[in-house]
């Protein structure tokens, strides 16, 4: 059989039987499982999260993304009655926002939503997103104002492949416990598996630090085209404090806490900007430069978070790794179980 090819999406296929879905996360949270990859020897370790403290190599710098889930997912109807979802992406400029709606719409078309809440929408992309300005009492609405109101009608936004409605219990177990900035509408998931007491002992251990970058909904979009690097990366908005640019300046290892944190870390060291918006894309022939050790999850079949995997170790052996985590049952996605790659 011939090498696949890292620079085609089929390459990045593999078949994971549906019950490995996590739709829930493990209680606790840090019993959840954890494969250590170390590339020095190639080797495979089966652990489980709240050991691993152990696996960290001394005086690594730990940085995690605090970025805040907001309850993004809101339902409402149009002036015709017809039922309409509309799930908010990013902010914009001039009080707009970029959003996906589900249910047929126009320019112009108005919505209507719980708790006097309305928007009108003011254009449409080919990509499927959709513009709009929400208003309530017809006051235009920033986005400290939305927030607020999200906070009363909307719904935490569960990603796609978990096929049930959000419960309360989602608003804890989809948050880290060190969110901050609010404006993600997804969250940074390698940080899930932290209980309290875990991640106290590692900010004792471990110098940490963080950034911030606001998840969009981009981060679930399906590549499209056969060849990566044809594959145009959405981008986020993200910000850099001046202590943890100060430890990405230094020589000091980087344990990156999830794609988040990596990807963040590699545009500040390719354009040297502490704020912005950044969409790079990390795979194997864009390797990352700076960031020394990986914590991540199980990521999705043909998906730009598995290309940056394969971005660390390579396509054939995220391949051989995801297989042995199949056949071990360990549980993939969001609410999954963990990877180190050291």
């Known amino acids: 059989m011939t090498n696949p090819d890292p620079l085609l999406v089929s390459s990045y296929d593999y078949d994971l039987p549906q019950e490995l879905i996590a739709t829930k996360p493990a209680e606790p949270k840090d019993s959840a499982k954890l494969l250590v990859y170390n590339r020095a020897d190639g080797s495979i370790t089966h652990a489980i999260f709240r050991d691993i403290l152990q696996y960290i190599p001394n005086d690594t710098a730990v940085i995690l993304n605090d970025t805040k889930v907001i309850k993004a997912r809101i339902f409402g109807h149009k002036e015709s009655g017809a039922k309409v979802e509309l799930l908010i992406n990013s902010p914009l400029e001039e009080n707009r926002f970029l959003v996906y709606i589900r249910g047929r719409v126009k320019v112009g078309t108005k919505l209507f939503f719980d708790n006097d809440l309305e928007a009108v929408v003011t254009a449409l992309h080919e990509d499927g997103t959709r513009v709009v300005t929400f208003f309530k009492e017809g006051k235009v609405l920033d986005f400290p104002s939305l927030h607020e109101v999200l906070e009363r009608i909307g719904h935490i936004p569960l990603p796609p492949y978990i096929k049930r409605e959000d419960t309360k219990e989602d608003e804890e177990d989809y948050q880290t416990l060190f969110a901050q900035k609010i404006g993600a509408v997804a969250a940074p998931t390698a940080s899930l598996h932290f209980t309290p007491q875990l991640f106290e002992k590692m900010t004792k251990q471990f110098d940490t630090a963080y950034i911030t970058l606001h998840v969009g909904a981009g ?124």
């Open 219 to 342: 981060t679930f979009k399906p590549v499209e085209v056969e060849e990566i690097q044809k594959h145009t990366m959405h981008s986020e908005f993200y910000e850099i404090p001046e202590v943890t640019k100060k430890i990405i300046d230094s020589k000091q290892k980087i344990l990156a806490v999830g794609t988040t944190v990596t990807r963040t870390i590699e545009y500040y060291v390719r354009t040297h900007l502490t704020t912005g918006e950044s969409d790079l894309f990390l795979h194997p022939k864009n390797p990352p430069q700076r960031v020394d050790f990986l914590l991540t999850n199980f990521h999705l079949p043909k998906s730009t978070l598995l290309m940056l995997v394969a971005s660390f170790v390579g396509l054939e052996k995220s391949l051989e790794i995801y297989h042995e985590a199949i056949a071990k049952e360990y549980k993939f996605f969001s609410y999954g179980d963990a990877m180190l790659i050291l």
